[in-house]
């Protein structure tokens, strides 16, 4: 059974800053590339950063630096780090582990992001 559980999401004002987890099990964690996506409201689910099993990361190159994305392989979790957010940045956040044609997907929390 493999599950991935979002938590950390919530309301924010605009310039805050939230921290976003991912908690996995029923796969083989340190060998599974992870990713945070987002879905905000009548737009399409997007890439927002990406950590491999090496730690080399990828982002969006719209956060422009504010986000920062790690992986606890010990905890067998992602984080999310989220800086100087914008109101534009309001979207439903999704983990996703993948390891060859294998792709998970969490159910999502959401973040607010009030002017």
């Known amino acids: 059974q493999v599950q991935l559980v979002e938590s950390g999401g919530g309301l924010v004002q605009a310039g805050g800053s939230l921290r976003l987890s991912c908690a996995a099990s029923?796969?083989?964690?340190?060998?599974?590339?992870m990713a945070w996506y987002r879905q905000a409201p009548g737009k399409q689910r997007e890439l927002v950063a990406t950590?491999?099993?090496?730690?080399?990361?990828i982002y969006a190159d719209s956060l422009k630096g504010r986000f920062t994305i790690s992986r606890d392989n010990n905890r067998n979790t992602v984080y999310l780090q989220m800086n100087s957010l914008k109101p534009e940045d309001t979207a439903a956040y999704f983990c996703?582990?993948?390891?060859?044609?294998?792709?998970?997907w969490g159910q999502g929390t959401q973040v607010t992001v009030s002017s």
């Open positions: 996703n582990s993948v390891r060859g044609s294998y792709s998970y």
């Open positions: 029923g796969i083989p964690f340190s060998i599974h590339t």
């Open positions: 950590i491999t099993t090496t730690y080399r990361t």
